[in-house]
């Protein structure tokens, strides 16, 4: 008999209508979702060992999760609806990933049977077989349907365009493409992301900032030679260099540079937060 689980869940999870949380043949795994994490309707979870979702994480509606063993799913993650991912052996998905609508993520191969001598038995969780296990780096965007096969290793910073069918390793910064997936050009340039210099993201994040406080009309002013930011009446500061963080603030620190912030749950950083993260900027809590 499957033993139903009880999530353990973080400040403010959202889980919509529908929502399946069972074990997998008598065993009853752990299910751990972050702060402002969402799970939309229909999301099922059949886990054995241990599932864990990160900060403002988003499985959309009817996406599947078997976990046989391990799964890690790092913050702001946004997974598209009818999405199937499947840690029968283990995986790793990074912070600020995207996993477009109708994707599959396989982490085992088998169905020949054995005592005929097939070829192919990949990630058995009760069987000496090749490990299926799979690793995704930060950053990843697989734009909408696509697959990635078992045993792949994925870099950070990696593009797959739809439909990809991704069966090899990735290394970091490039696009991919195809069936199966191999590394593309645009304008000649492999490359998916280009490096910005410290006063493009600072000026870029000054805008930002500026829009989210005209749309929220909250009050904002900045420094430009300390490269520094504030919303509110301190409840977010804006900087380049996390060094000059003010230990007697009870704001929320974000630090352009690294991408990071000091998680204190007020109003501001979590509307901000939702203002950026979206294809503007991610930033993750230490």
């Known amino acids: ?40 309707n229909n999301c099922r979870f059949y886990i054995t060992k241990k599932f864990e979702m990160g900060d403002y994480s988003i499985l959309q509606n009817n996406v599947l999760v078997q976990c046989y063993k391990n799964c890690k799913i790092g913050h702001n993650a946004w997974i598209g609806q009818n999405s199937i991912i499947n840690a029968t052996d283990d995986l790793e998905i990074g912070n600020n990933c995207g996993i477009g609508v109708d994707s ?20 058995i969780p009760d069987y000496e077989s090749k490990s299926g296990a799979i690793k995704i780096g930060d950053d990843f965007w697989g734009i909408g349907q696509i697959t990635i096969s078992p045993g792949v290793k994925i870099g950070d910073k990696v593009i797959a365009l739809t439909n990809s069918l991704i069966t090899k390793d990735i290394p970091d910064n490039c696009i991919v493409a195809g069936i199966p997936a191999k590394r593309i050009s645009i304008n ?16 870029f994040m000054k805008n930002t900032a500026k829009k989210f406080s005209e749309i929220n009309n909250v009050k904002m002013s900045f420094d430009d030679s300390l490269k520094k930011i504030i919303l509110g009446e301190k409840e977010v500061i804006i900087i380049c260099n996390s060094s000059e963080f ?13 991408r990071t912030y000091t998680k204190k749950h007020n109003y501001l950083e979590k509307e901000f937060i939702k203002f950026t993260i979206g294809y503007r900027a991610r930033f993750i809590p230490i």
């Open 188 to 203: 000649g340039d492999f490359h998916g992301y280009k490096d910005l210099t410290e006063k493009e993201k600072y000026d």
């Open 1 to 40: 008999m499957n033993q139903k689980i009880d999530p353990k869940t973080g400040r403010d999870v959202i889980i919509e209508k529908n929502c399946l949380f069972q074990g997998i043949k008598g065993k009853e795994g752990h299910i751990t979702l972050g702060d402002y994490s969402i799970l939309k």
């Open 246 to 258: 003010e230990k007697d603030s009870d704001g929320s620190f974000f630090d352009i540079i690294k």
């Open 104 to 123: 599959k993520i396989w982490t085992h191969a088998f169905h020949g049977e054995l005592l005929l001598g097939c070829r192919i038995a990949v990630g």
